[in-house]
């Protein structure tokens, strides 16, 4: 068996294509322009290239991108500050403040401090507490390109068995979560998991979250399953850099029905979800239905 191949790249194409459909069409018929704000505080380089493609993707789509980039000495209560400025602010749906903040900064802190309603990360804790018992929330981006992508390929998720390997909170168990939600058996497994070769040999899906590189082998993967690596690891191979997934592809790929390739695959989503969200956020802000097909 050879997998089929879950192009993200292509599917984050269409995502952000539906979002710009809909976006100019609450412009036409609204009058509403969606608006996302990004806070970048310091110098970090990665961070830095994110935000940038942040920005330039949601003009792309329609929408107004604000952006904040504050020095790397930037006081808590300054940063507070223009977090309370940003929920007050009604041009703004979406507020995302890039992690990771410099040290003396508390995340924490800083996330709980967005209005949950714009909190198109999905990690404030209110929004942890409503998607856990089920309620409408924002839905952290990763997990949730993960589930269209999923949904995609599969139609309907009921009743298959999913395990989910690392239990962090961006990925893990928000992922978790938003299975459950669509009737999959799920089981989080981690580190400390025991027999974990034969946890993962029994799933339907396979979403692995881990960040050690090509830490699960083809030979743990069901013949036909679907395999979602969100694992994005820098390794030095042949004396050359090479990105590499959570997941070793090519004997994978060799057994599993479906799977994501690293890079290409739930990468490219992260993003396309982050604008999803913004658009979602709008809506709710302003009473409107939400945009089919691009929420959980």
């Not at 790249?9 to 969606?34: M, S």
């Not at 396979?206 to 069901?222: F, L, N, Q, T, Y």
Request: net charge negative; hydrophobic share 40%; charged share 20%.
């Amino acid at each position: 068996m050879v997998a089929q191949v879950i192009d993200g790249k292509a599917f984050a194409a269409k995502v952000r294509a539906q979002v710009a459909d809909q976006v100019a069409k609450l412009k036409e018929e609204n009058g509403i322009t969606p608006g996302l704000a990004v806070v970048l505080v310091g110098e970090d380089p990665a961070s830095q290239v994110y935000v940038r493609s942040k920005g330039k993707m949601t003009v792309e789509v329609g929408m107004n991108s604000y952006e904040h980039k504050l020095d790397a000495e930037t006081s808590e209560e300054d940063l507070l500050a223009l977090i309370d400025k940003l929920n007050n602010d009604p041009a703004v749906h979406g507020i995302l403040v890039q992690l990771p903040l410099p040290k003396h900064l508390n995340e924490d802190l800083v996330i709980n401090s967005i209005d949950p309603a714009k909190d198109v990360d999905g990690f404030h804790i209110s929004n942890v507490g409503l998607l856990g018992t089920g309620q409408k929330s924002m839905v952290p981006c990763t997990p949730l390109g993960c589930l269209m992508m999923l949904r995609d390929y599969h139609g309907s998720l009921s009743g298959m068995d999913a395990v989910v390997i690392g239990r962090s909170n961006i990925v893990g168990k928000p992922m978790a979560q938003l299975l459950l939600g669509d009737s999959c058996t799920v089981t989080i497994a981690h580190s400390r998991t025991k027999n974990l070769p034969d946890v993962v040999r029994r799933a339907d899906i396979v979403v692995a979250a881990v960040g050690r590189p090509e830490m699960v082998p083809g030979d743990w993967i069901k013949e036909g399953a679907t395999v979602i690596d969100v694992g994005i690891n820098r390794i030095e191979r042949d004396g050359k850099n090479k990105l590499v997934g959570d997941v070793d592809y090519a004997s994978a790929a060799e057994r599993a029905g479906a799977i994501t390739p690293v890079p290409g695959g739930v990468g490219p989503m992260t993003i396309a979800c982050l604008l999803a969200n913004t658009l979602t956020a709008c809506c709710r802000a302003n009473g409107l239905p939400e945009p089919e097909g691009l929420t959980a």
